[in-house]
């Protein structure tokens, strides 16, 4: 099976999963050389780490950001930080290639001046899962979530506002694009287990950027 089949079958196509949510087919691929160019020097500067749950468990994807505001977690809580905890730095700022992405995918999904200032990015090794989640830890509740796949596919799972809501199963493939937000913007979400598989490209792995407005819409922000 070669990938490449699936990325340029489906390539170009707007899928809607919700009033205001939408796959976009295909919508990275053209900026795929610029976004793997700068996502090299980011996870240089902050690598890749398995976070700890206020539950007490290890998550199976590794994480990192790039952006104003990165999200991290241990066990006192999710939240956002300006550093890294891992270095005590700024987290990597967002290339323009990323924010130009983001923007552009959102306004196929009809989301107009989309201003994004964290993007975090999940790298899952066959196995690795994401139970399902809302994303809740954003100052802003209307600006979209962008949701870039790469690598090996995924089973991403949309579901409703309440945690056992029916899911619907969606595909993702390398340069597939979720975009919800507005009234859709609660709904509950995740990944199944990632089936092995060897991409081009990026190898055994599927990584993820999800862009989001993290924090006050006047970035008055103290840092944190
Ligand atoms: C997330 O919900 O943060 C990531 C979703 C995905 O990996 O597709
Ligand atoms: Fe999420």
Known sequence: M????????????????GQQAY???GFALPYMP???????????QAPFRHMHTPGGYTMSVALTNCGR??????????????????SGLD?????????ALAQD???????????????????????????MHQDRNEKNDYEPIVSVSLGIPAIFLFGGHQRNDKATRVP????????WGGVDR???????????????????????????????????????
């Open 23 to 25: 796959v976009l087919r």
């Open 91 to 99: 987290w990597p700022a967002m290339p323009a290639t990323f924010l």
């Open 186 to 224: 609660m709904r509950y979400h995740g990944v199944l287990p990632i089936k092995d598989a060897d991409h081009l490209q990026l190898g055994r792995q599927r990584t993820n950027l999800t862009f989001r407005t993290a924090g006050l819409p006047n970035s008055s922000n103290t840092k944190m």
């Open 2 to 17: 070669t990938l490449d089949l699936f990325e340029s079958t489906l390539m170009g196509t707007r899928e809607r999963l």
């Open 105 to 131: 995918a959102a306004q196929a999904a009809e989301f107009t001046q989309y201003a994004p200032d964290a993007c975090l990015i999940n790298r899952y090794l066959p196995g690795s899962k994401l139970s």
């Open 34 to 44: 610029e976004l793997l160019q700068a996502l090299a020097p980011i996870q240089k």
């Open 172 to 179: 993702l493939f390398h340069g597939d694009i979720v975009v």
């Open 69 to 86: 505001l990165g999200w991290t977690s241990d066990h006192t809580g999710y939240r956002y930080t300006c550093r890294d905890p891992l």
